[in-house]
């Protein structure tokens, strides 16, 4: 029955995250620093909020936008943090996670033939993202000397009369990359230069060490053209509630909306009514959690260099990206033997992209005493197939 699926799906091979963790899914004893799940329970409160909402009944449809007040209060939150005033009911809309805002806002805006920037690593879903709404995902590299930020020198090279659209993700899944404000300032400029509209995934916006996040829709001459994507997931430990927004200038939210009603309809109700609850009562366990992630980040980083692979310092999200090329191993072959030989799972760099090979991705969203242990095991697993473990 092949014959009945699609071509386009013939270019969208399956996620590269997910094959090391099926089969950790049938091993004992495995340490998982893959999925980019945050190991914290959802606080007591939002969950009783959703409770309170089942209990009392609101289990209806909301609006296909989502219920006002979420999106004034993620609108009162935006502006709040970074200075940028979305029209909750014009310039909004609450979705179903990042992943279907970002779908849904290829949908609406780009159109068969035109091209998408997507500097690299990134998340995985991004390229399938441009590739299903029949645009063509082109990979911007960029390397740990630039801090993985794109450069502007970069992204010129790879402009074309179809360039419609520039995807970013930072703070960055994989590498923990933030955008410095000069380099920020750089590819908002380019972006203007060339006409371009310029996708924003910042659903890790809130996990960032020592510096602060920018958001590309606050820079001078950018809202107009920017489409902001944030959500609950990783900062309010709520991955399994599917709550995001997409906020962007009316006309592509108009557009979006039409797609989402008739795919989606609303996003669930009672996960609504505790994201309101988040935003309105959990800044502090925002805060702890971030002290959290960023003492199993030093230590992790510390460990890998010691270990003897290079490893880069992430300052935001919740991932390192140790080079594995002193062990003379490929990604696969690392991984793989590390997951059945020591029971640690880790995510081979080049899924993420070209410029992640001889990368692996190691998520730090576990309890630090599993860290330390998943360590020790690389450790022993790196000595034992080359010299440069020290430790």
């Known amino acids: 029955m092949a014959k009945f699926v699609a071509k386009r799906m013939d270019i969208v091979p399956p996620s590269g995250i997910r094959r090391f963790f099926d089969i950790a899914a049938t091993m004992q004893d495995v340490i998982s620093l893959g999925v980019g799940e945050p190991d914290f329970v959802t606080p007591d409160n939002i969950r009783r909020a959703a409770v309170d909402s089942i209990e009392k009944g609101q289990t209806r449809y909301t609006s296909n936008a989502g219920i006002l007040e979420l999106r004034q209060l993620v609108q009162a939150h935006l502006n709040h943090r970074y200075g940028v005033d979305y029209d909750p009911i014009h310039e909004m809309i609450i979705t179903v996670g990042v992943s279907e805002a970002l779908q849904t806002v290829c949908l609406a805006s780009l159109n068969p033939g035109e091209e998408v920037l997507i500097p690299e690593p990134s998340f995985v879903s991004y390229a399938p993202s441009v590739i299903f709404a029949g645009a063509t995902p082109v990979y911007v590299p960029t390397s740990v000397d630039e801090q993985f930020m794109p450069t ?8 074309t009369p179809n360039t419609r659209a520039l995807l970013l993700g930072y703070p960055n899944n994989p590498t923990g990359a933030v955008l410095t404000p000069q380099r920020a300032l750089e590819i908002a400029e380019f972006a203007k230069k060339h006409d371009l509209l310029v996708f924003s995934d910042e659903i890790y916006d809130r996990l960032v060490y020592g510096v602060e996040h920018i958001c590309i829709a606050a820079l001078p001459g950018m809202k107009e053209r920017t489409v902001t994507l944030g959500g609950f997931s990783k900062a309010y430990a709520m991955t399994g509630w599917r709550i995001g927004y997409v906020c962007a200038p009316a006309d592509i939210i108009g557009a979006s909306l039409r797609i989402h009603q008739y795919a989606i309809m609303s996003a669930p109700t009672a996960g609504q009514h505790a994201a309101i ?21 030093q230590f992790m980083v510390k460990s890998f260099n010691e270990i003897g692979l290079p490893c880069f310092e992430p300052k935001g999200a919740f991932y390192t990206f140790p080079s594995i090329k002193a062990t003379g191993m490929n990604e696969d072959d690392f991984c793989e033997k590390l997951l059945v030989e020591e029971h640690v799972a880790v995510v081979p760099g080049y899924s993420f992209g070209p410029s992640g090979a001889g990368h692996i991705r190691a998520c730090y969203a576990t309890s630090l005493p599993k860290i330390e242990e998943a360590m020790e095991r690389i450790n022993r697993f790196v000595r034992r197939y080359s010299s440069v473990g020290v430790r």
């Open 152 to 159: 502007v020198a970069d992204l010129e090279a790879r402009v």
């Open 277 to 297: 609850e988040a935003l309105k009562n959990n800044e502090h366990s925002v805060l702890e959690m971030v002290a959290e992630y960023d003492r199993r980040r």
